[in-house]
């Protein structure tokens, strides 16, 4: 090919271009520093640097996030810092205040006052507001979270009978363990003893409200129980009616009976009251439990607002179950519409319980059930039988659980062993049994007393032998008393077959002797609770969630067995269900509330206990009344510390008969001590000890007299085995007692033995030396009642030895204890923003280190290596002259072309 002087000229121009384009690029390359000019540059490396930016440019918005997030847990950790410091001193003040109980009511107002103060500034400090958003509301930022709205009760109509003079309703703050009733119309209905709420109307049984058991606030001290009806005839109960006072639903809702006359028989008064309720109270929470959560980093993200709620109220105790159920019709998480048979598992989870499952699968089908088993609040039994149908759906299994009642269980109050030391069992003999009233008792007829569910009367006997064994025992209890009898750990257990209100009661004892050989049988599962009625139900991707609306301590939990439509197990598609929430903490502002009032009105809050059930034998039920006046909490023992005897007969136990005995064997104008009660505190000093009397004026004129000392030292042991009589003991008389004009032995034995009540065990102001008229020195306090076993001829036994035993409670001593918990409360909530806070600087200190190796990389990809862009613009120089010498010479004419 022949090289034309064109080509070589283009050739020159072409290398002249390129030359020129690299010393641009350098020229460009040195004045930006930046190596990544445009797209061509090295695409590869471009792309890196491109998403390296992208990278950081989301960090940065993290990091503004987190400046934001960590803003506002500054101002969550003051306004925490500030309610410690509050808290502390308010325990301070009540310390104080409890020293000063016995002092001048000025001193312990302005304890009160100061009290009263802390408390504004906790509501102001829990209403806080932040870049004009309340702090602690949750997600409804727009809306103070503490507030006060008066709830109220407003009469709509009354019919009542001639013995009532009038019914009186007002709303009052519910008790701290009982959720308030809902805003709504409710009806009162007063029949045959008994008192009950009703929402709307009485019109179903599923519309009772359960209320508090005995219209007496124990939250503090072992919890209030609630029940589908008030008993008028509790000693309590029927006291608070006689004396004008105001019966307490314990639900936000207070009712007052008026008598036209104080001797009114309360099992026969009838009336019915409709109301309308409206809901509210003293420093409520009217926030939400939403989170407020921001995103950190990528896929994270965390909540960065506590709730007022979750500072100074106690928590619900929430259940979840575990596995997450999916919709097989929708494939999505389920819901409340969701069909019980369309009901399924992830893959994963599936193929896993698949595996375990029986014939019949894991899925639920028609035909299915589903045994729901659990407790409620106080602990008492729930259960109940759902069946599977092709319309089943979750919200009418949710509607279900929400509608279970609780069923009533009697135990034995002490378990039993054979001769060799283990527990007893169906298979025992009564022979194997080391039992000594047991073993008396072979040979003889066992009598079994009591009531059904419905209350009809029971009585049975059966034959006692060597070889007689528990479970044929067990076996006649079922048949006559309509119950499902097991023997567990040694205690004979008899369950009601039917659940809600429950008469049911059982006494076992020989036909002859009159001694209870099982011991007592006492109600550990309360029929009639309402159950499940105040639990929450809802589903929440695709889990059930059960809450309990009782605050603070709770028993509730719940499981479900499931079985085919043959009864046979199959695997649990709902799997456990786990505590997701615990039920605990306290109301810090109701505490201080309740300290301040009770400063100012000393013994006013203060708590009497439930009574423990008899460690023995004995039959009759103590039921506790009156109003505690002591300055301390404290646990008090009542025990048979003497039963007398006659000069023929040794007795075991205060019995009827025995009474009848020692009355008999008298002389005119004679009288005898025929027992005595200790009353002991949690430190073993007595409290008091209570005398029962009897005298004989004339064979047909008998006297009882039941009185109560206070010892002049508590401290001082008392030997019964020695002390005949109350005027033994030095100390205070505080109560005394005497019924007369009973015609003989028998009448005042069987008078005196069934009317141990309102006995009173602790006075205020007493006269010293017992120079008072009436029944009671001073102000009556604590009082005892011990009410007799209803079915007749049912043994009345209090047997020697045998105790039980209930807690008091001080409120200011009791709120010093609120206080630390609530001060653990406000912790516990510093503690959470403190690991927010933690975690927030982690995760800025993690993007921090990945931003600057981003930014490394980055440049390195990016920038321009000076020296080389300077080597390589030399070079480009270099080369530039060369070729324009070359080029020189290819321009340049000589003599041939002028010749041409």
Avoid: C
């Avoid at 072992?222 to 105001?246: C, M, Q, R, T, V």
């Avoid at 505190?681 to 009897?694: C, F, M, P, R, S």
């Avoid at 141990?756 to 008229?773: C, H, P, R, S, Y």
């Amino acid at each position: 090919m022949r090289i034309t002087d064109n080509i070589l000229f283009n050739n020159f121009l072409y290398n002249i271009n390129k030359i020129n384009e690299k010393t641009y690029i350098n020229n460009e390359k040195m004045a930006s520093g930046k190596r990544l000019l445009d797209l061509a540059s090295d695409p590869i490396s471009l792309s890196k640097v491109l998403s390296l930016k992208d990278i950081n440019m989301r960090f940065d918005q993290y990091v503004t996030n987190i400046n934001s997030a960590n803003a506002y847990l500054d101002a969550e950790d003051t306004a925490l810092s500030n309610a410690d410091d509050l808290l502390h001193k308010a325990g301070t003040l009540l310390v104080d205040g409890a020293n000063s109980l016995n002092n001048d009511l000025a001193s312990r107002t302005a304890i009160a006052e100061n009290l009263d103060s802390i408390k504004d500034e906790l509501i102001d400090s829990a209403n806080t507001i932040f870049q004009g958003k309340y702090l602690f509301s949750g997600t409804k930022t727009d809306t103070k979270p503490i507030q006060t709205i008066q709830n109220e009760a407003t009469t709509i109509n009354i019919t009542k009978d001639t013995t009532i003079k009038d019914i009186k309703i007002a709303a009052d703050e519910n008790f701290s363990d009982i959720n308030q009733l809902d805003s709504g119309n409710y009806q009162i209905k007063i029949e045959s003893g008994k008192l009950s709420l009703y929402k709307d109307d009485d019109s179903s049984a599923s519309n009772i409200i359960s209320i508090d058991d005995d219209s007496s606030d124990e939250s503090d001290v072992g919890g209030n129980k609630l029940s589908n009806y008030l008993d008028l005839k509790d000693p309590a109960i029927e006291d608070k009616i006689k004396n004008g006072e105001w019966i307490n639903t314990g639900r936000g809702l207070k009712i007052k009976i008026e008598l036209n006359s104080a001797n009114t028989d309360l099992s026969s008064i009838s009336a019915s009251l409709s109301l309308n309720y409206k809901s509210g109270g003293v420093n409520i929470y009217k926030g939400d439990d939403g989170k407020r959560n921001i995103e950190y980093s990528d896929k994270l993200t965390s909540p960065i607002n506590i709730t007022a709620k979750d500072i100074y109220k106690p928590t619900n105790q929430t259940l979840e179950n575990d596995n997450q159920l999916i919709d097989a019709s929708t494939q999505d998480p389920m819901t409340e519409s969701s069909k019980l048979i369309n009901l399924d598992l992830s893959p994963e989870l599936a193929e896993a319980i698949q595996q375990a499952s029986s014939g019949s699968g894991y899925k639920l089908q028609v035909g299915d059930v589903i045994n729901i088993e659990g407790t409620d609040h106080n602990g008492n039994l729930v259960k109940g039988t759902y069946s599977i149908a092709s319309s089943s759906d979750i919200k009418g299994l949710l509607s279900f659980i929400q509608g279970l009642d609780s069923t009533e269980v009697l135990k034995t109050n002490k378990p039993f062993n054979t001769l060799n030391g283990d527990s007893i069992t169906g298979s025992t003999q009564l022979a194997s049994i080391n039992d000594t009233n047991i073993q008396n008792a072979i040979g003889s007829t066992l009598t079994l007393k009591g009531f059904n569910h419905n209350g009809t009367l029971v009585s049975t006997t059966v034959s006692l032998t060597s070889t007689t064994t528990m479970a044929s025992i067990a076996s006649i209890i079922t048949s006559n008393f309509n119950a499902s009898v097991s023997i567990n750990h040694g205690r004979i257990e008899i369950e009601d077959n039917t659940p809600g209100d429950s008469s049911l009661k059982v006494y076992a004892y020989t036909s002859t002797s009159k001694i209870p050989i099982f011991s007592s049988f006492t109600e550990t599962s309360k029929g009639g609770s309402g159950g499940f009625k105040d639990i929450e139900a809802k589903v929440e991707d695709g889990r059930i969630e059960l809450i309990d609306k009782r605050p603070s301590d709770s028993k509730f939990n719940i499981s479900f067995n499931l079985q085919d439509s043959s009864g046979s197990d199959k695997a649990n598609i709902f799997g456990v269900f786990d505590i997701k929430t615990l039920g605990r903490g306290v109301d810090t502002f109701r505490t201080l509330d309740d300290a301040s009032y009770a400063l100012k009105n000393p013994y006013s809050k203060n708590q009497i206990g439930k009574p423990s059930s008899w460690q023995d034998i004995s039959t009759f039920t103590p039921v506790m009344s009156g109003k505690y006046l002591g300055d301390k909490n404290d646990t008090w023992t009542v025990k048979v510390a003497k039963v007398a005897n006659t000069s023929t007969t040794n007795y075991q136990a205060i019995s009827e008969n025995q009474i009848e005995d020692i009355a008999s064997s008298l002389s005119d104008g004679q009288s005898k001590t025929i027992g005595m009660f200790q009353i002991t505190d949690e430190e073993g000093k007595t409290v008091a000890v209570v005398g029962l009397k009897v005298k004989k004026i004339s064979s047909s004129n008998f006297t009882y007299y039941i009185q109560t000392k206070v010892p002049s030292d508590p401290d001082k042991k008392i030997d019964f085995s020695k002390t005949e009589d109350l005027s033994q003991i030095d100390g205070t008389i505080i109560f005394s007692r005497e019924s007369t004009g009973f015609s003989s032995a028998s009448d005042v034995a069987t008078n005196l033995i069934n009317n141990l009540k309102d006995i009173v065990i602790q006075t205020k102001d007493a006269q010293m030396g017992g120079n008072f008229e009436g029944e009671v020195n001073g102000v009556a306090g604590v009082k005892i009642n011990l009410l007799p076993p209803a079915p007749s001829g049912v043994p009345l036994i209090l047997q020697n030895g045998d105790t039980f035993s209930f807690k008091l409670t001080n409120m200011v001593e009791q709120a010093l204890g609120k206080v630390k918990d609530s001060l653990d409360q406000v912790l516990s909530s510093r503690s959470i923003v403190g690991a927010r806070v933690n975690r927030f600087k982690l995760a800025n200190e993690r993007i921090s280190y990945i931003k600057l190796s981003n930014t490394k990389t980055i440049s390195k990809l990016e920038d321009a290596n000076v020296a080389d862009v300077f080597s390589e613009f030399k070079r480009n120089q270099i080369v530039m002259q060369a070729t324009l010498e070359v080029g020189s010479k290819l321009t340049s004419q000589s003599l041939f072309d002028y010749l041409r």
